[in-house]
């Protein structure tokens, strides 16, 4: 673990090792490079060139290049907006790769990988998440609204073995005012570029492999298929797939496992693909004072009462029909094929940690439980009983909420009984750059502070009044850093400037 006095030489020191060719500007060629999909002998490498034609990719475990591992020819089509992709296979385990894409005298930067360690071999592993970046400027401005995206040039800096871009990694309606949505494949590809027209996200996908996953505004906000219309999820996964090297099947989605040695394997969890339409759909969850979706329809009426003296329209009950739907048994956020397959996968890992990269929030907190896991009940009951019986040393990690927040993945809090732990724990992270979870809340209450009181009263407050998060950062540009080795698995909470979050950790999970 390393120390907040040691941390700036450690970034200094990281920093040096970034390739030369990250932050000089590479001829007929724009936006950086990316090393996607990474494995111990295998990993997707990306660029995109100003002018379609022909390309050749090189790959060395020498950064001058003196002896290639791979040299592949590389087509840049207009239809995938000159974004070059080529998976390269026959790579070494545990070994730092460089590579670039050259046309005649002219090279992309050059970018860096490390390869997975074979699954036998046990070795301590770091890497960091986060996500939810929008880099819009407000109208008649040049220059992002939220920031330069600071939280990915930390994560870059750091070292990590590899970095997680964790969803809403563009952002197609922005929250910035005035901007109109990106809907067409040719509008979200230039919300791509916008995001990547920042070094920062192009220091994040050159300096070392980064799993890149998907999830609402890729699409529109809280996408499900079946609400927003098939045009809009094709549209959103050639644009996502065009400029994130990214394994996708019609079949399986973003589904994915990495195996990272005898500690770690990842579990991507696509969340977008294959859910159903939310329990708010046709008006059904609508609070008769508001006409909009309850903003706590699964709260027992004795807590909405009591933030009834800040938010009046919960004083008015939640209709059964609402409840029922959320709790509908043939809603599923996975579907039934993903489902089995994670569990198969799940009960087979022989890993020693089995970290699951879920888009969207699974702990219980209540507000606005739609798009989350709350919102499909009946199956993330089922997912937690089955992971309570069939596995150890599981845990979360999700964006998607623009807060930092731990706590155990409880089967019940506030219900009837009182809390019951699953003993899981999830750990959400972010922003990287769009408005905190806490201005969201003022925003919707109408009121300023009010994102602060739910945060400190609520979140933190320990059952029945509030769920009890041993961490609640809900107004802060962050990243998480996760270690993992063979007794632990440490969770690092860091603001955009690299500096430890005050009362949000480290964490620490001892292995069973
Ligand atoms: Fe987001």
């Known amino acids: 673990m390393k120390t907040l006095a040691k941390a700036p030489m450690l970034a200094a020191v990281a920093l040096l090792a970034l390739p ?3 932050g000089a500007a590479a001829r007929g060629f ?54 070059l992709q080529r ?4 790579l070494r385990p545990d070994t730092t790769y460089w590579y670039r894409f050259v046309k005649g005298r002219r090279h992309s930067d050059l970018g860096r990988f490390r390869s997975a360690p074979s699954p036998r071999k046990a070795k301590t592993i770091r890497f960091a998440f986060s996500g939810d970046a929008d880099a819009q400027p407000a109208p008649g401005s040049t220059k992002p609204f939220y920031n330069l995206f600071q939280a990915y040039r930390a994560m870059a800096r750091a070292g990590n073995a590899f970095n997680i871009n964790l969803g809403d990694t563009i952002y197609s309606d922005s929250e910035v005012g005035g901007t109109p949505p990106a ?28 799993y890149s996953h998907w999830d609402d505004h890729e699409f529109v906000n809280d996408f499900t298929r079946a609400e927003s219309g098939e045009k809009i999820y094709a549209d959103g996964v ?13 079949r399986d989605g973003l589904y994915r496992t ?31 004072r508001t006409g909009s979706p309850d903003l706590a329809p699964t709260a027992p009426q004795a807590t909405r009462s009591l933030f009834a003296v800040v938010v009046p329209s919960l004083a008015a009950p939640v209709s059964q029909q609402c409840l029922d739907a959320i709790d509908d048994p043939s809603r599923t956020m996975l579907g039934r094929a993903q489902l089995a397959r994670l569990e ?136 998480a850093e996760v270690t993992v080795t063979a007794r632990t698995l440490t969770v690092d909470y860091r603001d955009q400037d690299g500096r430890r979050i005050p009362d949000c950790g480290p964490f620490t999970l001892r292995a069973r």
């Open 258 to 288: 990495f195996r990272w040695g005898r500690n770690l394997e990842l579990f991507f969890l696509d969340e977008r693909s294959f859910r159903s339409a939310k329990a708010s759909a046709n008006h059904v969850c609508d609070n008769p």
């Open 238 to 250: 050639r644009a996502f797939r065009d400029y994130a090297p990214v394994r996708w099947t019609a």
């Open 344 to 479: 198969r996968a799940l009960a087979a890992s022989t890993a020693r940690w089995k970290v699951i990269v879920n888009e969207v929030p699974i702990q219980q907190f209540y507000a606005l439980p739609y798009d989350r896991w709350e919102g499909y009940a009946a199956e993330r009951a089922e997912l937690l009983d089955w992971l309570t019986k069939h596995t150890r040393n599981v845990t979360f990690v999700t964006t998607d909420v623009h807060a930092n927040l731990v706590n155990d993945v409880r089967f019940q809090t506030l219900e009837q009984g009182g809390p019951r732990d699953s003993g899981i724990t999830e750990f959400t992270a972010g922003p990287v750059a769009t408005m905190t979870f806490a201005k969201e809340i003022d925003s919707a209450t109408g009121q300023a502070g009010s994102g602060k009181l739910v945060t400190d009263v609520f979140f933190k407050g320990a059952p029945p009044n509030g769920v009890g998060m041993r961490c609640a950062a809900t107004d802060v540009f962050s990243f």
């Open 87 to 90: 998976r390269v296979r026959g």
């Open 30 to 83: 724009h936006f950086g490079v990316a090393a996607g999909e990474v494995t111990s002998s295998s990993a997707v490498l990306w660029a995109r060139a100003d002018r379609p034609g022909s390309y050749i990719l090189e790959v060395s475990t020498d950064r001058r290049f003196r002896l290639h591992v791979a040299r592949r020819r590389v087509a840049a089509r207009p239809s995938h907006d000159n974004t």
């Open 183 to 210: 809907l067409s494949v040719r509008a979200k590809w230039a919300k791509y570029r916008q995001n990547l027209a920042l070094r920062s996200l192009q220091l994040l996908r050159g300096s070392t492999g980064v």
């Open 20 to 22: 030369a060719g990250a």
